[in-house]
């Protein structure tokens, strides 16, 4: 048995309690313990694989102590990984987390007995990349996940199981803003900073963090609306962004709205002045392409930082006549052309990285399937309204198992995928 599980996100919680409640690990693995004692199953493996993003060493204020050469985005190396072991440090040892990754480890322990082998692998995605620079890191994740994988060299960041047919990787490799690298993905083109890093932790957690400082208001409605703003990064579709915003500035009295326009241009402004950010625009702002990716990024804080000059009406036109060029799948498009795919063994993509859970049919070839899968995520989604400018918000929590043929005899079940949706009041 195969089982895929990624875009966990644990955080040390300073930008955002965003930590996952630890019970959702106990339905997890119940439903694991179920498949297995199941006596018409014939299941003696497990293999268990954390698809990326599991750790997120982006998604902190801890950065904000240290200067930009010192960040995920700097050149001071030596002492940027110095950083990241502390904020690592941080993220195990939150409350929850700490609860969370206790309950893997002794669950995984639990199933032990019943397997002839357990594995349990990890591979790091966008938000984890940092995991990969040093073994005090790598050792620090197999410690806290149980893993079966030796730290002295870098995690993979792909993987294959010819014996299910499955190929799998993160995915933010098809991603232009979290990939910097070439089409090798070599080691080396994995190291390389994507500006997907300074967005993470330079705007999407600076602009919380930065209106709290700011804010004069009792602490329920504070809390209330920084919480709103360090929901950011789980809104979906993300070319939905730029509407959440506006839509959270929106129901503010006027005063307000002004304290946060104020503050979102100062946060703009101070991205814009990053080093790596300002290079980064020089090497990819194409002028023979008139709206490339640079371009993209660019009308998106344009929007952003015309909240005095131009009415809410005016940039709710503006945001929706822009969403289009975020909309498209990369992912999903990549998935055909993954060179595994000739050889007729793999029938399965898998990939995370979206947030969006997917079962979608390649080809049937030669009386054979090959499809792709995203493992979707376990985090809470903001999802824009068909019908007004409104966002509904629940948590979700996706899986993907895979079989062979001869451990559910009879069945022939190939994989499964659940995925789950909690809506609180």
Known sequence: MLVFISDLHFTDGTAG?????????????????GILRDERNRIRELCLVFLGDIFDLLRTTN????????????????????????????????????????KIRDRLAALRP??????VLYLPGNHDRLVN?????????????????????????????????????????????????????????????????????????????ELSRRLQLPGPDKDRLVRNFQDIDNVRPLSAVVEWLL???????AWLKELIEEVVDEVIRAFYR???????????????????KADQIQMALFILEKFKVFSLDKLWSLASRAKGAFVRDDLLAAAPREEVLRDPTYRYV???HTHDPLVVPLRRRFQQEQLYLNTGTWRARHTKSQMDASFVSWKNMT?????????????????ETWTGTLKEA
Do not use: C
């Open 17 to 33: 309690e965003h930590n996952l409640n630890p019970r959702a690990f106990d339905y997890f693995f119940d439903d694991l313990e």
């Open 63 to 102: 950065w904000f102590g240290y200067p930009e050469r010192e960040r995920p985005w700097g050149k001071d190396l030596t002492a940027m990984e110095v950083h990241a072991r502390t904020i690592f440090d941080l993220i195990l040892g939150h409350a929850r987390n700490r609860e969370s990754l206790a």
């Open 114 to 119: 019943r397997l002839s082998r357990l594995e």
């Open 133 to 209: 620079l040093s073994r005090p890191l790598r050792e620090k994740a197999r410690q806290a996940l149980g893993l079966t994988q030796d730290p002295t060299s870098p995690f993979p960041h792909q993987l294959s199981f010819p014996e299910y047919g499955v190929f799998a990787r993160h995915g933010h490799e098809y991603d232009y803003y979290n990939y910097e690298g070439g089409p090798a993905m070599t080691e080396a083109d994995y190291a390389k900073v994507p500006i997907g890093d300074p967005i993470t932790t330079e705007l999407i957690s600076r602009l919380p963090f």
């Open 247 to 253: 839509y959270q500035v929106e129901q503010q009295p």
């Open 274 to 292: 990053l080093e790596f950010v300002k290079d980064w625009f020089q090497h990819h702002d194409k002028w023979l392409d008139p709206f490339d």
């Open 350 to 352: 898998v990939y995370g």
């Open 399 to 415: 899986y993907v198992i895979f079989f062979r043929p001869q451990e559910r005899p009879g069945r022939q079940a190939l994989f």
